[in-house]
């Protein structure tokens, strides 16, 4: 059985790195929760836009 989890390590190391930015620029307890939320979509969006532009 192999296992391909290369994207799973790279969307982990992008939501991970959002996480870290949105926490850093958090001014107030709301804000780090707020920045958790994005940190989770965020890699994803940003794929999406790029496929977008893209057209794939």
């Known amino acids: 059985m192999k296992n391909n989890a290369g994207s799973g390590a790279i969307y982990g190391l992008g939501m991970l790195g959002a996480l870290v930015y949105f926490l850093q620029h958090a001014t107030s307890f709301w ?3 707020i920045g ?4 989770f ?6 794929l999406y836009h790029v496929l977008g532009i893209l057209k794939i």
């Open 41 to 46: 979509f965020w890699p994803g969006v940003v």
């Open 36 to 39: 958790i939320f994005q940190a």
């Open 31 to 33: 804000d780090g929760i």
